[in-house]
């Protein structure tokens, strides 16, 4: 006679359960992570796409629009006025080294209406020619903009403007930059002694509002605008 052995399975306890999951539980942990994960960096591409293309087919457009309404009040001297309303074009700023098509209108104010359009003057500095800081703010990536600012080494101004320097690296909080003479908020020249500058700011580093990059010029020379023309230092680049 063989002997008959009896089998007992024994279910695990709740306390034994809690310790010892299935491998049904590991795999529907496993696979609502990776959901988690997936739809993380659905959105992280979508939001690249509105930052580089979807807001730089939109900048484009209203910047055409202003360049168009500039370009009208060029045309009729009589309807520009002395001090323009805020998101009017004032000027349009050329820089051939930041790149062949840096070519941009610049508005009055540098909120995020105005720069949602293009580069824009700070109401409380100088206008374009004038003694004082003609300042300029923009974007560095997006909103149109598609630039990696630099500047070529120049020669120290003389004078007071001897720690003017061409470019710099800031603090969001440091105004003093886009002073008349930059680095000396509260300094006063008189008339004969004030240059006409231009400062240039943008984020940095890029993807980044940490810190502002700064670049300073110097009007070196004036022309008489000519409809189709341009002066040779920006055919030159």
């Excluded at 500039?70 to 700023?93: M, S």
């Excluded at 209406?113 to 374009?128: C, E, F, K, N, R």
Aim: include cysteine; glycine fraction near 10%.
């Amino acid at each position: 006679m063989s002997a008959q052995h009896r089998v007992v399975e024994r279910p695990f306890s709740p306390e034994t359960r809690a310790l010892r999951p299935s491998g049904s539980r590991i795999r529907t942990r496993a696979r609502g992570a990776g959901e988690v994960v997936l739809t993380l960096g659905m959105v992280v591409l979508l939001f690249a796409f509105y930052l580089l293309y979807f807001s730089d087919w939109i900048s484009a457009a209203k910047q055409r629009e202003a360049t168009a309404e500039l370009d009208k009040q060029w045309r009729n001297p009589r309807a520009t006025l002395d001090r323009p309303l805020h998101g009017d074009g004032i000027a349009k700023l050329s820089v051939p080294v930041f790149g062949p098509d840096f070519v941009w209108t610049v508005l009055q104010g540098t909120d995020q209406v105005a720069l949602a359009v293009g580069p824009g003057h700070y109401p409380d500095t100088a206008m374009p020619g004038e003694q004082g800081n003609f300042s300029v703010g923009g974007h560095r990536v997006g909103k149109g903009s598609r630039t990696d600012p630099r500047c070529r080494e120049v020669a120290p101004l003389p004078g007071v403007y001897s720690e003017v320097v061409g470019q710099e690296i800031v603090l969001p909080s440091q105004r003093e930059v886009i002073a008349p003479v930059p680095g000396h908020p509260g300094m006063v020249l008189r008339p004969g002694r004030q240059r006409a500058l231009i400062t240039l700011t943008t984020c940095h580093p890029k993807f980044s509002a940490r810190q502002r990059l700064i670049i300073h010029g110097v009007l070196v020379a004036e022309y008489t605008k000519s409809a189709g023309a341009s002066p040779a230092e920006l055919r030159s680049g």
